[in-house]
């Protein structure tokens, strides 16, 4: 499956860049030959630079194919260039939310804002001392929201890449609208974080504890190690080609290892750039209007009905949300409706913890779905809901490294694409996967390598079995500290995210948009979202899998 990012004309661009790819790999190979350990699906290379301790790894695509639309994925997700890091500035010179603002615009053409109208807003951003920036690549939020009436919508950020941009919402409900505009981080911060993910991918660091008789021990593992004199145990999967390897236990076999688990957080970044990652100072923190935030908006003009084409997915009204995207999201709101939903399906949920919620949510909606104790991890599962007079099963498992967890039994870890491998499918069959919140601390080739795996699955399942479900939930933001900026922060999020939705554009699968879902909702951002946005997710999910039999679309 190609992703389709590339119009006729750019063919040559597209050929150009196989040669180039061709020439990396040729200069890979090169390395091969100099490094007997290194292979072609996994190549660590080594710095001669004593400072650089670390093991620069290249996390190469499975095919040139791959490769292709890899290079491609990382054009398109390309950031506005941000200032060299370390930063040879002070905080003074970096963006102030304090000192920016922002401007409603009036309507074009004059006249009172209509449902159906788009809203523009300007937004300036300052330094600490007040001096206007010049560049772009800051991070940026918007929103507009109607507290009263439970009604919200994201707004689309546009960098004007010198200093101001726009943010453009679709206006959907009557009455008053107030735009919120957040400074999530200032473009020095990225910088930061794209450089962490170059020189540290592991600064998140797992262990694995292995066991024979009465001897155990504890190694590190990883995507990638830092070579050392003690050998490798590795545990690359055969069938998808996705590394991981541990240090090799000095008295015990590589296959003695039974537990993977999170092993800590080693964060290398100087004091200056500590403060590039402040809450209330320059981490999602609110800028404010330079007038008026709101605006009042009247119903629309009969006839006219102009939803924004590349606008926002869905909006919240009074807490229902709408999708804007041809299909129109049903209530179910009885258990009794969810039941009548899924009777007679099997769902299976793959990711982590926050589609894990799915699982806690249906098995706590509905008295007759019973969990099903099978003695599993708690945060991993797997996990097994039945229900016997509706002949329902429901499944959670996790999807595997690189999964910040403890303890878990390494004989239970599978990756997604196995699973989706091992299926059969069919009308009765729904799979739902989330992939991203452990991801946020490698470059972003190994989270494509992820995916093109993913989805080289999922079109095998879809090949032989055309009426499976398939639906995906997005990533979403969450709350950040400084801990979780540097591991997760949002921007990688949403980098990910970008990459997700053009990995699967074009196949039958059907998205859950948890990113605007989030964003759209008053409830303050979270990794695990409260329960009204979670029941949102669910009518998503299950109108998904039973949509409204008469075609009622406006
Ligand atoms: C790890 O195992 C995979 C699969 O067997 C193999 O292709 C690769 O060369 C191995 N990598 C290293 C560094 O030994
Ligand atoms: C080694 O790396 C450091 C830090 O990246 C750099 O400043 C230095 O110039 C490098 N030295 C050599 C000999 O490449
Ligand atoms: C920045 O660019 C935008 C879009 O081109 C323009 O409207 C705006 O006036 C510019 N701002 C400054 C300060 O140059
Ligand atoms: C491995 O075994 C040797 C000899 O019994 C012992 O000295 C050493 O401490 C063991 N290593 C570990 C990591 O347990
Ligand atoms: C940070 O990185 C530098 C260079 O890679 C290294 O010398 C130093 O030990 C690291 N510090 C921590 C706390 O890991
Ligand atoms: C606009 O008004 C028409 C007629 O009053 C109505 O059918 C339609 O749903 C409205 N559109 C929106 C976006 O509210």
């Not at 790894?57 to 292709?68: F, G, H, K, R």
């Not at 688990?261 to 080693?266: H, S």
């Not at 995207?325 to 009777?343: A, W």
């Not at 969450?478 to 990995?503: H, I, P």
Request: glycine residues 6%; charged residues 20%.
């Amino acid at each position: 499956m190609k992703v389709n990012i590339c119009a006729p004309k750019c063919r040559a661009i597209f050929l150009l860049l196989a040669v180039i790819v061709s020439i990396v790999i040729l200069h890979n190979m090169n390395d091969l030959k100099v490094r007997t350990w290194s292979s072609t699906i996994f190549t660590q290379r080594v710095s001669t630079n004593t400072s650089m301790h670390q093991a620069v790894c290249t996390y190469q695509p499975l095919s040139t194919e791959d490769a292709v639309e890899a290079s491609l994925l990382l054009d398109s997700i390309a950031w506005p260039e941000t200032p060299p890091s370390p930063a040879p500035v002070s905080l003074e010179q970096t963006s102030d939310p304090a000192h920016s603002t922002f401007t409603v615009l009036p309507r074009k053409g004059g006249g009172q804002w209509h449902v159906g109208d788009q809203l523009e807003v300007m937004i300036k951003i300052y330094d600490f001392k007040g001096s206007p920036r010049k560049s772009g690549g800051d991070f940026l939020i918007a929103r507009l929201h109607n507290q009263k009436l439970s009604a919200g919508v994201a707004g689309q950020v546009v960098d004007h890449l010198n200093g101001s941009y726009s943010a453009v919402f679709s206006l959907l409900w009557e009455g008053d609208a107030q735009v919120e505009v957040t400074l999530v981080h200032p473009s020095e911060a990225i910088t930061v974080l794209q450089r962490l993910n170059q020189e540290h991918p592991d600064r998140v660091y797992f262990k694995s504890l292995f066991r024979s008789g009465s001897e155990s021990e504890t190694t590190t593992c990883n995507v990638c190690l830092p070579p050392t004199q003690q050998p490798l145990c590795n545990y690359t999967d055969l069938h998808t080609g996705e590394p991981w390897f541990c240090y090799k236990p000095e008295n015990l076999s590589c296959d003695a290892r039974i537990t993977h688990a999170v092993g800590g957080y080693d964060l290398n970044i100087t004091s200056m750039e500590k403060k590039l990652f402040q809450s209330n100072v320059n981490m999602k923190v609110s800028i404010r209007a330079s007038e008026s935030a709101s605006v009042n908006v009247l119903p629309n003009k009969s006839g006219k009905n102009s939803i924004v084409k590349s606008g926002p997915s869905g909006y919240y009204y009074q807490g229902v949300w709408k999708s804007l995207g041809g299909t129109t999201v049903r209530q179910f709101k009885t258990p009794s409706d969810i039941t009548q939903c899924l009777k007679g399906k099997v769902v299976h949920v793959y990711g982590d913890s926050t589609i894990r919620q799915w699982f806690e949510y249906l098995t706590a909606e509905l008295p007759d779905l019973k969990e099903f104790n099978l003695h599993s991890q708690k945060q991993g599962g797997p996990f097994l809901a039945l229900d016997y007079t509706n002949n329902i099963m429901l499944t959670f498992r996790c999807h595997s490294t690189p999964l910040r967890i403890t303890d878990f039994p390494t004989r239970e870890l599978r990756y997604i694409a196995n699973e989706l491998d091992n299926l059969v499918g069919g009308a009765n069959t729904v799979v739902a996967f989330t992939i991203w919140a452990h991801f946020g601390n490698y470059p972003m080739e190994f989270y494509i390598r992820r995916l093109q795996n993913i989805r080289r699955a999922v079109v095998r399942l879809l090949d032989v079995a055309p009426d499976t479900r398939v639906i995906i939930r997005t990533g979403n933001p969450k709350e950040l500290n400084f801990m979780g900026a540097l591991t997760n922060s949002d921007w990688y999020s949403l980098q990910n995210d970008k990459v997700l939705r053009a990995m699967f554009k074009g196949l039958n699968v059907h998205l859950v948009d948890a990113w605007e879902m989030v964003l759209a909702h008053h409830l303050p951002h979270n990794l695990h979202p409260q329960p009204p946005i979670i029941k949102n997710m669910i009518d998503v999910l299950l109108t998904y899998i039973c949509p409204q039999k008469e075609t009622t679309e406006t």
